[in-house]
């Protein structure tokens, strides 16, 4: 079967970095994503990745093993506003998204 | 990047009737739209996927028969949910993808439609 796995929830403070962890086991893969969403909102878009490595955007960063099946999501500079959950997603061989549960992300002052 | 409407954002009914959802691809035009669903406090569950002028796919578990689908032109989507129960209340989300759109077949979300049954 296909699964994401990733935590539940973390906590971090505001100033400091937070790594959410992502492991997967899916029908093929077509690339992974990360969203975020806020309460009672519609997931946004954070970040793709389809080959090795990390990818940086600002105070976010991606990074992605195949191998491995692992991905991390890295948020620097944390701020109150990102307070959220953090979806990870992986696209398999039908281009279909297969979801994890998220992660909650709570940030303390 | 793409923009995805959806219509209402918020709607609350009596059990029994039926509630139509609307998603738009408002400057794309989309070749697969997909509905899902999520209760409070857990991740987004697919309900569907829907190629333009075809039936939808149905994940295992959704009844086609309630939960209506048609994807009759290239930016528009509905949803309707038939005489719909208070378990149906959820937070419904489309989100729209055309193949070949940047690098990568990215899906582009709705804000969500809100769904209360009393």
């Known amino acids: 079967g296909q699964n994401i796995d990733q935590p539940t929830e973390m906590t971090a403070t505001e100033g400091a970095i937070v790594q959410i962890n992502c492991t997967y086991q899916t029908s093929g893969f077509n690339g992974l994503f990360w969203y975020q969403q806020h309460a009672g909102e519609a997931p946004t878009f954070l970040s793709y990745?389809?080959l090795d490595g990390l990818e940086e955007k600002g105070r976010f960063s991606s990074f992605l093993s195949r191998s491995k099946g692992y991905s991390y999501l890295l948020l620097k500079e944390l701020q109150m506003k990102d307070s959220a959950s953090y979806l990870c997603a992986v696209m398999d061989s039908n281009y279909q998204l297969i979801w994890g549960a998220g992660t909650k992300l709570i940030i303390k002052p | 990047g793409a923009v995805v409407s959806q219509h209402p954002s918020w709607v609350i009914c009596k059990s029994g009737t039926s509630v139509k959802i609307e998603c738009r691809s408002l400057?794309?035009?989309?070749?697969?739209m997909f509905w899902y669903r999520q209760f409070p406090k857990q991740s987004l569950m697919l309900m569907a996927t829907s190629n333009e002028g075809s039936k939808a796919t149905y994940e295992q578990g959704v009844e086609k028969d309630k939960f209506l689908i048609n994807h009759a032109s290239l930016t528009l989507s509905t949803l309707t949910v038939t005489s719909a129960h208070p378990e149906d209340s959820s937070f419904y989300i489309c989100s729209a993808r055309t193949l070949g759109t940047g690098d990568y077949n990215e899906q582009f979300f709705g804000p969500g439609t809100r769904l209360t049954v009393l």
């Open positions: 990745n389809v």
């Open positions: 400057d794309f035009q989309a070749t697969t």
